[in-house]
T-cell receptor
Framework: DTAVSQTPKYLVTQMGNDKSIKCEQNLGHDTMYWYKQDSKKFLKIMFSYNNKELIINETVPNRFSPKSPDKAHLNLHINSLELGDSAVYFC??????????????FGPGTRLTVL | GQNIDQPTEMTATEGAIVQINCTYQTSGFNGLFWYQQHAGEAPTFLSYNVLDGLEEKGRFSSFLSRSKGYSYLLLKELQMKDSASYLCAGTDSWGKLQFGAGTQVVVTP
């Protein structure tokens, strides 16, 4: 099936650990995104890559580092996890980022719980 | 940046019509998206408006007034499965989506 997939779906870890979330899309899109949805359900963009190049970088702690090995993958690595990092992280992709008029397709989300 | 405001919750009965309003204050505004998100699931695309006016898609319609910084999503013939959060999001020319906090629609029998 064509889709945006993320692994893992659930991630429970201790404060201070380092973890990664992987995202893959087989829609042939050029642009991929990471969003954070907190407990109040506010969905906020973190990063965007277009053809492996960073184009959006919101005010996110530098403990968060995205990596795009190719345009079909955008992984998120988080160092020194904190309690406030607990949230659902959504990956998304779209056909072309510039122009702003392209529907974004979201992955199923990764629920991160930091203890 | 963009500020997006929408009501927190709305309740309506099956078969009724509900209108979810969204106001925005933006810089570099390019267009406005509406997404639907069921609990525990990913947001899914409903509509996109870039020009003023009404876009109709089956039971769902979306309206945009750029001069007023205003949009609404109209849900007709409500069904129980329409109970979800509806997210208003402004986009700039880079494709950056700025979401509102979402409006939880509760459909009652």
């Amino acid at each position: 099936d064509t889709a945006v997939s993320q692994t893992p779906k659930y991630l429970v870890t201790q404060m201070g650990n380092d973890k990664s979330i992987k995202c893959e899309q087989n829609l042939g899109h050029d642009t991929m995104y990471w969003y954070k949805q907190d407990s109040k359900k506010f969905l906020k963009i973190m990063f965007s890559y277009n053809n492996k190049e960073l184009i959006i970088n919101e005010t996110v702690p530098n403990r968060f580092s995205p990596k795009s090995p190719d345009k079909a993958h955008l992984n998120l690595h988080i160092n020194s996890l904190e309690l406030g990092d607990s949230a659902v992280y959504f990956c998304a992709s779209s056909q072309v980022g510039a122009g702003g008029d392209n529907e974004q397709f979201f992955g199923p989300g990764t629920r991160l719980t930091v203890l | 940046g963009q500020n997006i405001d929408q009501p927190t919750e709305m309740t309506a009965t099956e078969g009724a019509i509900v209108q979810i309003n969204c106001t925005y204050q933006t810089s570099g505004f390019n267009g406005l998206f509406w997404y639907q998100q069921h609990a525990g699931e990913a947001p899914t695309f409903l509509s996109y408006n870039v020009l003023d006016g009404l876009e109709e898609k089956g039971r769902f319609s979306s309206f945009l007034s750029r001069s007023k910084g205003y949009s609404y999503l109209l849900l007709k013939e409500l069904q129980m499965k329409d109970s979800a959060s509806y997210l208003c999001a402004g986009t700039d020319s880079w494709g950056k989506l700025q979401f509102g906090a979402g409006t939880q629609v509760v459909v009652t029998p």
